[in-house]
């Protein structure tokens, strides 16, 4: 790969975190659908709220909270002490964490340190690896990846799927023939399990059970709601011919119902994100059939505007909120807050 392709990627990625420490990128008429549930009170609650238990296992480690940093960026100095906050961040609170694209550290071997600064500052965390499914279909060889995965000491591979971004970024690839057959392969020879994500548009049933049953053991939803990432595309290249798709996509809240519906035959990790920006959106994701609850965009934002303390706070608030909303509604562990304890509004009525 060439110097110059290894630069504009590096520029990509330091335009996509500008964009991402504002709110321009986000939806604009479609949201999560978590406002359309509400909770059902428990007026004879008996739960101790102290003795709520919010612990879960992912990727067979026990973590802190029912929640993962999600995978932002890499590739790009402005990218490794974001990384390096985040990853303290993780380890300081039990919890994993992502990182973004190594599409960059397999083009080239100068940016790598942002991307293992992670692992670095978060030894002890499950730590996951990252790349497109463009560079999946692209690369026949499974070298790349276990590569990537060693250069942060991965516990999995995620792999994300973002057709639209592909779609409508300029340099983008949208070229996807044999991504399934692709994935099974990595899923048989990778050194890590897989786990697959969308970018924001969401994972519909018939496309999880696909990717189930080519063998990977999470699915992280990312559901319509949150970033666009067709939006950031199309800001980035001025372009307002296509501003149809930036709202493109499924609600989160209609993606984790509908893929937790698959744990009566798969035992996966279902990941609830997309638009997962308060307790309250957190809360109504692990009702609604999530094992943990992922952000990006507002702890990326957390972090630069309250540093590393701020982006703890916030995270700790939001899970002291969960556990007064399962005190409500009378869960007192995340299995029981997982079964009715949530309905749509307008059954209320």
Known sequence: MSKNNSDKTSLRKKKHIELCLTDKVAFRNKSTGFENYDFIHCAVTEVEIDKINLSTKFLK???????????????????????????????DLNIPIGVGSQRHAIES?????????????????????????????????VNPFNMIASIVKADALVIHLNPVQELL???????????????????????????????????????????L????????????????????????SKNE????????????????????????KYKFSLIGSGGVSSSIAAAKALSL????????????????????????????????????????TGSSSLKEFRKNKIIRKELLY
Not at 241 to 264: H, M, N, Q
């Open 109 to 141: 071997e100068n940016m790598r340190h942002t991307y293992s600064i992670i692992r670095e500052n978060a030894p002890s965390v499950s730590v996951l690896a990252n790349i497109g499914a463009a560079e999946v279909v692209k690369y026949k060889d």
């Open 61 to 91: 480690k026990k973590i802190g909270y029912p929640f993962l940093i999600s995978c932002m960026t890499g590739g790009t100095e402005e990218a490794e002490n974001i990384n390096a906050q985040l990853a303290l961040v993780a380890e």
């Open 289 to 328: 059939g999530a094992d943990i609850v992922a952000s990006a965009r507002i702890i990326l934002q957390e972090l630069d505007m309250n540093g590393r303390d701020g982006a703890k706070k916030l995270i700790i608030n939001w899970f002291d909120t969960v556990k007064k909303i399962m005190f409500l």
């Open 169 to 211: 970024q300029p340099e983008g690839t949208p070229h996807f023939t044999g991504l399934l057959n692709r994935i099974k392969k990595l899923v048989k020879e990778l050194t890590v399990p897989v786990i697959v994500k969308e970018v924001g548009s969401g994972i519909s049933s018939e496309s999880a059970k696909k990717l």
């Open 241 to 264: 011919s296509e501003l149809y798709f930036w709202d493109w996509g499924l609600p989160t809240s209609y993606c984790i119902r509908e893929v937790a519906e698959l744990k009566r």
């Open 213 to 236: 049953d080519a063998g990977v053991i999470g699915i992280d939803v990312a559901g319509a709601g949150g970033t666009s990432w067709a939006a950031v595309e199309l800001l980035r």
